[in-house]
């Protein structure tokens, strides 16, 4: 038997040793926060990494979405997916706007532009879609209703980080996107955000709302709050980008693994990409369908019975929790698709430093369960 317990994921760290010398430099210089030296390095190396224009860093994804609703003055509705993490709707509800729930594709799980333009109302303002598992959302088709409709676009961008496409980084799409760097996602500063933006205005805009809004010392331009991320997480963040690539190519191997060996088990469908050149490997997501012995929830609980912890990404859905619930949009007939999913999504473990063994027990239990009446 592989190591226990065996989690969703697994934090990837850099060496302790490696990371000395940048605790050294913080402690000698007392330069603790406020855009010091590994800030305004990460920004740069980040930009180069992922191939984008501009970056502005925060303390967490959150933040990051709050504050990009913030900058481009988003107000009355916006339409978003009810497929994803809870943070992605409280953002908009800390900023007093109204969700509006636009049911998802059943291949990709990321909003279905097919059904966009009949949420759209007077009161509308954006869209956030997310890139759910880092699989990129229909780009081409949303811009083209954002531009009819003159909405903006945010991206929920907190799975997508160094997901490509043939046009280049995934994140150059949209008026803005969010990133997380919280530490169960691909690249992580423990906590951690960002918004990527396309123009320099843009960027100053960001980088005053995240220090309260102010230009100098006694002048307050907007009302801000304090999403700037400190240096100990910008060192960690310059640290980890060495190792990323690696980290990458280890999930792109375990997720190979899977699709293999999870090829010919009736009722299990492993959830395809969708357009990425190159891929992040964040999530391993299966289907378990009504062909499949027993249900999700058996095989998930039955997976934790043997320490093994996978997650019911997204389950429930972000429009069955209490404060989103009442929403005409919310109403379970209105996202027959993203319903459906949230009862068959199960998100294997994976991590770079995962096992074999691991896999080989995962993928042979989940072969081996048998109906149970
Ligand atoms: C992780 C996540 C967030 C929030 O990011 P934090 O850094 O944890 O605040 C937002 N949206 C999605 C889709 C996420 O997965």
């Not at 960001?206 to 400190?230: C, W």
């Not at 929830?297 to 429009?319: A, E, G």
Request: glycine letters at 6%.
């Amino acid at each position: 038997m592989s190591t226990r317990p065996v989690f969703v994921t697994k934090p990837h760290l850099p060496s302790l040793e490696d990371f000395i010398p940048y605790l050294r430099q913080i402690w000698d210089s007392k330069n603790l926060t406020n855009g010091g030296p590994f800030h305004h390095q990460l920004e740069d190396a980040l930009c180069e990494y992922l191939g984008v224009k501009h970056i502005s860093l925060f303390t967490n994804g959150t933040l990051a979405l709050l504050t990009a609703l913030q900058a481009l003055r988003i107000t009355g509705e916006v339409i978003t997916t009810p497929y994803s993490f809870i943070a992605t709707s409280h953002a908009l509800l800390w900023n007093g706007i109204k969700p509006v729930f636009v049911d998802v594709s059943p291949v990709t799980l990321n909003i279905d532009p097919a059904k966009i333009e009949a949420a759209i109302t007077p009161q509308t303002t954006a869209i956030m879609p997310v890139h759910c598992y880092g699989h990129p959302c229909d780009i081409a088709d949303i811009q083209k209703i954002a531009d009819n409709y003159n909405l903006k676009v945010i991206y929920d961008a907190a799975h997508a980080f160094g997901v490509k496409d043939m046009q280049g980084s995934i994140l150059n799409h949209g008026d803005l996107s969010a990133l997380s760097f919280h530490a169960t996602k691909v690249f992580n500063t423990f906590e951690g955000g960002a918004i990527v933006c396309h123009d320099e205005k843009t960027k100053v805009r960001i980088d005053q709302l995240k220090n309260f809004g102010h230009v100098g010392e006694v002048s307050v331009v907007a009302p801000g709050i304090n999403g700037k991320m400190s240096e100990f997480n910008a060192a960690l963040g310059l640290l980890q980008l060495q190792s990323i690539d690696l980290a990458i190519q280890r999930r792109r191997e375990i997720d190979a693994e899977y699709r293999l060996r999870l090829a010919n088990i009736k009722g299990i469908t492993c959830l395809n990409e969708s357009g990425e050149t190159q891929a992040n490997y964040s999530y391993f997501p299966i289907l378990v369908g009504p062909d499949y012995p027993i249900t999700r929830d058996d095989l998930y609980q039955s997976l934790k019975d043997i320490d093994i912890h996978p997650r019911r990404y997204f389950f429930p859905l972000i429009s069955e929790f209490p404060m989103y619930r009442s929403l005409p949009s919310a109403h379970k007939d209105n996202l027959p698709v993203a319903m459906r999913a949230s009862r068959q999504i199960l998100c294997l473990p994976i991590y770079p430093d995962m096992e074999a063994e691991t896999l080989e027990e995962i993928t042979e239990f989940i072969a081996s369960r048998k109906a149970t009446n």
